[in-house]
């Protein structure tokens, strides 16, 4: 039995399929990421390595999205729906999974590190001086930046792609550069918006490790910031830099 | 209705959309390059992490390069405008849109930062011992490698790309891959260039802040150099490196 | 003379070939990637660079992986074996190679290496205050994810790959691509697990230091963990993230 | 007038644009590449940063080769020339436009640099406690995993390019990805091998900053090592790695 849950045609199977890959993708970002922001400070207490924390990440976010095809992210999720890329009901599933994903990826970092080095599970937070205001504005523009380079790497009318749909990429040569691109503009982001604001862009993977460490200070950013940044990106994407060749096809 | 303005035909709204994505994408290049500069005095003022910053301001090229297909540079605009790949009026359209552009993206980073830590903004100046002359010499040559391999990047008789045209690339594929070179290109300048001259490459990179922080020294130097390096490396690509396939099309 | 010795027609000289790629591949795996570890520790022994040893095991993988076409880990060739990818017969030659290649490796790092720097060849051990079922569970998540990525990148319905069989990949282009991601997968998952268990994620590779340096304390570790691992991550990605354009190709 | 100096038909015209090549690009790979060291001890003399180091060789190496197309490597050429892939004469020629190169840019780098932080030029030599011995070895398995690569990449039996010929690549898509392995190659390497030998693997990038700083200790192991490792892995590829598609398209 197919349905028309999401606008390509799809199996409940499929849908299925797509719920488990966010769930464990964004669990292993977690474990991953948030374990690398561990791993800076047990190496190297006094000079904390941002570089490594960028890289990891982003490479990370390259990795997964290409093998699971994921979001891994509600603003990304949320972006897509409100521009019916993919349907509202999906989405909803998609977020509660993200967020199962990173409490369950939180949980198992606390379980694998020892414990005097668990340090706050790299639960994103204001560095000193930064107020809530700017944090927000940061988080919003690195949303939004993000959700260009995501539209673009999505733009079926730029590439070799055939299949539009909610997932970053269709054929394998076209996914791992597309993924390369976004993982690339995460690491850079978090090389600027790290110190600052921990450079979330991504309400899930601020909520996991905030849930399991009870950290909720100023968690009201990391939701509104990112999903506020993805809405004005996709949205700016598709009115200012929708390509020529694009209008041209649908318009006969 | 249509006009020549571009060599490709595009329309008003081509046009349009093409200043607006060098505004937005030369802002954000600001936003997030220079802000990794204060992020790296930020978290470690004593070990500057001149690798993190290369590569911040490489994978911010590609990525945006990628997705705006803009050029974000005078020096590159105008080396196109002046070997015909753009009409003067495009160029000089997008060098005022640059200039605002980072100008508006380095008084976001005012807003965004923390005072104490707003550190002149990264505006690129010289370094102790080094003279003006040795400066102009290495934005010079910086800026020519970079445009011999955006001219190769750029190069329609080597690849898979169908139109030519103003932008870094045309199809999906070519332009991650492309991109991607260039990006790598300008991180691997900065880890020379970088502590001596601030390794701009870009006289719009270095206007934007300069407008800000109100540091005109040795302004100059970052505008001679890279436009001359720029207009070179363009010129000596397509008289010494051109592919001999290219010449046999034309020569029927 | 063939046999079918692998799925896909090989010759007795085919097998040498990869026997020989496993053993050459694990032996320079092993001499570049233990190298950059004594390196970082001889240029810097106060600050180990973790992002440096990552990076290169990372770009290491993803070179040998594309030139030479070969697994350089037990527990890859193990899991493609268990689930029908290579023969077992294969499987049991490759993992002897990898072995005895990087334990060749080994020896050579010591000829190489001025003897007061050699500092433990770079053997995979526990950090302190990390349990053996913690880093059990470390060696088992890494390889897991490992496994995830390797099947994407190996997953023939997904791109341009028009031979199945026990190598990377078969296409030149898709193999750079596909190694790519493999090996910045490596890398992220160094960045973290690296400081923690040494993130060997390769039986072989923890083998060959330890066999030159005697070191064999939590030995099985490295065996068990990673092997686990792989098959979990082989079914995993068959059984949950199998595509559904795979599925209906087979069922005619 | 065309003459048979390279097997495939070329122009003299493209012959001297080979030769002009090889002799600017070695040149801005001294300059970028020996600059980066400089850098790196101007920026923080304490702690030397390999890894910014290695990265800014092997992405001036990936960039100026899918640029320029050229060697801008000795051992590189020679092993082309003993496969009979490029001819005698234009090895000769490149060779000595190679050394030519490096001497320029070494040059140049020592009037752009300030007088103190000039700092021996980035010259190869062997650190404290690595005998000559070990550095010809490790200059022997360095290059001769480098030209397994290079081969690997220059395959014209593995993927899309359709023109045999001595330069890396052909088209552009395949251009940039297997340089992008190269340059990959070349990081890693220098992340091992750098701190010990300097990590030549070039005799012309030796050559150069010798001639200028006059610092001719141990030379010989330069131009030996890379030679020997180079012959070694181009027929190493060649006869152990050849692809059975290969000679079965040889063998009708």
Known sequence: MRCQVLHIRVSWRELCQGVVRELIGSCLLIVVGCGSVLSAN???????NVTGVALCWGMMIASLAFTLECHMNPAVSFALASTGQIPLLTCALYIVAQCMGTTLGAQILVGFTPKKFTWSLGVTQLAKGVSPMQALGMEF????LLLLVVSAANDTS?????????????????SVSSNLVVGLCVSALILFFGPFTGASMNPARTFGPSFITGNWKNHWIYWLGP??????????????????????????
Chains 1, 2, 3, 4 share one sequence.
């Open 42 to 48: 047990f190496s190297n207490p006094k000079v904390f």
């Open 227 to 252: 999903i506020l940044g993805a809405f004005t990106g996709v949205v700016c994407y598709h009115f200012l830099f929708q390509t020529p060749q694009k209008s041209n096809t649908r318009e006969p």
């Open 141 to 144: 523009i690195s949303t939004f």
């Open 158 to 174: 730029r590439g070799t792609s055939e299949q539009p749909g909610g997932t970053y990429m269709s054929t394998s040569l076209k």
